[in-house]
C-alpha cells in the first residue's frame, strides 16, 4: 500500500520542522566537497515542500541556517549564500505556481545583501498565496531569539511601557519571530543526530520528536509520510491525566 494511503487527513500535524542535516557527510561518503550535500539537498527540499502541500499541512519550517553556522570556513560559508540566491531565484516560481505562501525568521539583517533581497523579493511575490506557509529559518538559534525577546521586553520595562507584573508566556510569545506562527507538533531531524541543535527552543516544548538516520540528500516524499504516520500514532497528552483500562495514569 502506498505509504501517503496511511495518513489520516483529519490527524495531519499542523506545523512540521525539520533540521535538515546530514549534507556534508552524505558528500564526504562520495568523496565529495560538503557543498555538493548542499547542493543535493535543494531537491530533497523540493519534495517535502511539494509533499506537505499535497497532504494540506498549513506550515512547513525548514532550519537551513543557523546563528553558529556563520563559524563555518568562510569558503563554505559563501558558496552556502550562493546556493541560497540561486535555490530562491529557481523556486520561486514554482512555489507561487502550488500557492506556497515564503516567510522568514532569524537574524535576517546579518545576511549578505544579495541573498536579504532575493529573500524578500520572493516572500513579497508569494505573500498572497493560501495554501503551505513555507517558513525558513535563517541565521536563526532558538538562544537568540529568546535572548532577544527579552531585551525589548526589558526595554519596555525600563521605558515605563511595561509593567512587569504583566509578563507571562503568552505576551512573552508575542516577542518571537514565531509569534504568528503555531508551535510545530513535530519536529524531524534527519541524519541519525538526536538532539535539537538550539532550534525552536520555547516552541519545542510539546512538539514530537522524530528522528531518522536518513541523510537529508536522500530524503524523499516517502519518509514524511513515513514520520507522520509515526506521529499519527502517538499518544499526545500535554501534561494531562489519561484513562488506560480503567486505571488513571499521569504523563510526567
Not at 553556522?69 to 516560481?93: C, F, H, K, Y
Request: net charge negative; hydrophobic share 35%; charged share 25%.
Amino acid at each position: 500500500m502506498d505509504l501517503k494511503e496511511l495518513i489520516s487527513k483529519d490527524k495531519l500535524p499542523r506545523h512540521i520542522a525539520i533540521i535538515m542535516d546530514g549534507n556534508g557527510r552524505w558528500a564526504q561518503n562520495r568523496g565529495s566537497m560538503r557543498l555538493f550535500g548542499h547542493q543535493n539537498g535543494v531537491e530533497s527540499v523540493r519534495q517535502v515542500v511539494e509533499a506537505a502541500g499535497e497532504l494540506g499541512v498549513e506550515y512547513l519550517t525548514l532550519y537551513a541556517f543557523s546563528t553558529e553556522n556563520w563559524n563555518r570556513p568562510r569558503s563554505e560559508v559563501d558558496a552556502l549564500m550562493g546556493l541560497m540566491v540561486t535555490s530562491i531565484q529557481n523556486e520561486t516560481e514554482s512555489l507561487h505556481k502550488n500557492n506556497v505562501k515564503l516567510s522568514a525568521i532569524g537574524e535576517l539583517d546579518d545576511l549578505p545583501p544579495t541573498v536579504k533581497k532575493q529573500l524578500q523579493s520572493a516572500i513579497d511575490y508569494t505573500s498572497e498565496n493560501t495554501g503551505l506557509n513555507l517558513v525558513i529559518a535563517l541565521s536563526y538559534s532558538g538562544r537568540w531569539e529568546i535572548t532577544s525577546a527579552i531585551k525589548k521586553i526589558a526595554e519596555e520595562v525600563k521605558n515605563g511601557d511595561l509593567d512587569p507584573e504583566n509578563i507571562d508566556t503568552c505576551m512573552l510569545e508575542t516577542y518571537l519571530n514565531t509569534y504568528t506562527i503555531p508551535d510545530p507538533e513535530l519536529l524531524i531531524r534527519t541524519s541519525g543526530e538526536r538532539r535539537i541543535s538550539n532550534f525552536m527552543l520555547w516552541q519545542l516544548a510539546y512538539t514530537e520528536l522524530y528522528f531518522t538516520t536518513v541523510f537529508w540528500p536522500d530524503f524523499r516524499k516517502k519518509h514524511l509520510y513515513e514520520a507522520i504516520i509515526d506521529f499519527q500514532r502517538r499518544d499526545r497528552r500535554f501534561g494531562r491525566v489519561k484513562t488506560q483500562t480503567g486505571v488513571a495514569t499521569v504523563n510526567n
